[in-house]
């Protein structure tokens, strides 16, 4: 794939922050995820791509916007065939009571190279480069926090995991706690969590944990970029659900590795920060109608990885400035 179709990924986060950061802290999450998802398409639009969402915001007759399913893209002749993964707010509940770590990400990889994954719930554990081969998301906590620990060269006291703040974690933050480990917890943002522990200086070791399905392959494809390792298996808490990943092709007792949620090294991911966050920082606004993003753009092929600041003149780009 065209390498610069990165840097056009990065323009697409930054329309959904833009439009999301001006409700930050108004307390409704809806409006704050409808103009994160009226920017992105703004922009995604405009590239030349034949996309199909594999990873969106519910079903067609859930979501008014990017759905699953959905054909996107200028699909000129010619134009590269891709699954397109996408969250216009990863944390909207950050995003109307003003907490940290909201951020909006998008995902690219040639067409049937991203999972197609429900919209349910997600058993997962990731890591960085180098603790890569040494987990496993049906391993004994125990065993899995002291292989980390070895991989990384480091007390089992200095290990740092960090999980959702949810009442069904309890049994994993007591297993830590007698173990001594370190424990973040966080509300929101699952996607943001597991890239962390692919940056050393941000302190986090090692994420546990059930979360959303969708974000796992979002988060799957930024850490296949940038080495790391991601298991996950679809976690059905319904009779619908297991019937819906069946009608998918979805195997829910399957652990599915790296290679089964992101085929191949032609993977794009691109994250712009809400709001302030441990790897992003969040859309500041300036005097005469400015605005400052914060992004990161990753491409799997060559490992590379840029982080973006952009000022952005919103009298220029009036669709932003609301």
């Known amino acids: 794939m065209d390498r610069n179709l990165a840097l056009n990924l990065a323009r697409v986060?930054?329309?959904?922050?833009?439009?999301?950061?001006?409700?930050?802290?108004?307390?409704?999450?809806?409006i704050a995820d409808q103009a994160a998802v009226d920017g992105?398409?703004?922009?995604?639009?405009?590239?030349?791509?034949?996309?199909?969402?594999?990873?969106?915001?519910?079903?067609?007759?859930?979501?008014?916007?990017?759905?699953?399913?959905?054909?996107?893209?200028?699909?000129?002749?010619?134009?590269?065939?891709?699954?397109?993964?996408?969250?216009?707010?990863?944390?909207?509940?950050?995003?109307?009571?003003?907490l940290p770590n909201a951020v909006a990400v998008v995902a690219i990889a040639p067409r049937g190279h991203l999972l197609n994954a429900p919209d349910m719930y997600m058993d997962k554990i990731a890591v960085g480069p180098k603790a890569k081969g040494v987990?496993?998301?049906?391993?004994?906590?125990?065993?899995?926090?002291?292989?980390?620990?070895?991989?990384?060269?480091?007390?089992?006291?200095?290990?740092?995991?960090?999980?959702?703040?949810?009442?069904?974690?309890?049994?994993?933050?007591?297993?830590?706690?007698e173990l001594g480990v370190r424990i973040k917890l966080f509300q929101e943002g699952d996607v943001a969590a597991a890239l962390a522990t692919c940056f050393e200086d941000r302190g986090i070791d090692i994420m546990l944990g059930i979360?959303?399905?969708?974000?796992?392959?979002?988060?799957?494809?930024?850490?296949?970029?940038?080495?790391?390792?991601?298991?996950?298996?679809?976690v059905p808490y319904e009779e619908e659900e297991r019937q819906?990943?069946?009608?998918?092709?979805?195997?829910?007792?399957?652990?599915?590795?790296?290679?089964?949620?992101?085929?191949?090294?032609?993977?794009?991911?691109?994250?712009?920060?809400?709001s302030e966050g441990d790897l992003l920082n969040g859309v500041t606004y300036y005097g005469n109608n400015m605005a400052k993003t914060h992004s990161v753009v990753m491409r799997a092929e060559t490992g590379t990885i840029r982080f973006i600041e952009a000022i952005h003149k919103l009298d220029k780009k009036p669709e932003y400035a609301k």
């Open 13 to 30: 986060t930054e329309a959904a922050a833009l439009g999301a950061a001006k409700y930050m802290g108004r307390g409704d999450k809806n």
């Open 211 to 234: 979360g959303g399905a969708p974000e796992g392959v979002i988060a799957a494809a930024a850490l296949k970029c940038m080495g790391g390792e991601f298991q996950g298996r679809l």
């Open 135 to 177: 987990i496993r998301l049906d391993a004994p906590v125990k065993e899995n926090l002291y292989n980390v620990a070895k991989a990384l060269n480091k007390n089992i006291t200095d290990l740092t995991v960090t999980m959702l703040d949810r009442e069904r974690h309890e049994g994993i933050i007591k297993e830590c706690r």
């Open 244 to 274: 819906r990943c069946e009608k998918m092709g979805v195997d829910c007792n399957k652990v599915l590795l790296l290679d089964d949620l992101v085929k191949g090294d032609e993977v794009f991911f691109a994250a712009t920060g809400i």
């Open 40 to 98: 992105m398409r703004s922009m995604i639009d405009t590239l030349n791509i034949d996309g199909v969402v594999v990873i969106g915001e519910g079903e067609m007759d859930e979501a008014p916007m990017l759905y699953i399913g959905e054909q996107i893209g200028k699909a000129t002749s010619g134009a590269i065939k891709v699954d397109i993964a996408v969250d216009p707010v990863d944390g909207t509940n950050c995003v109307a009571k003003g």
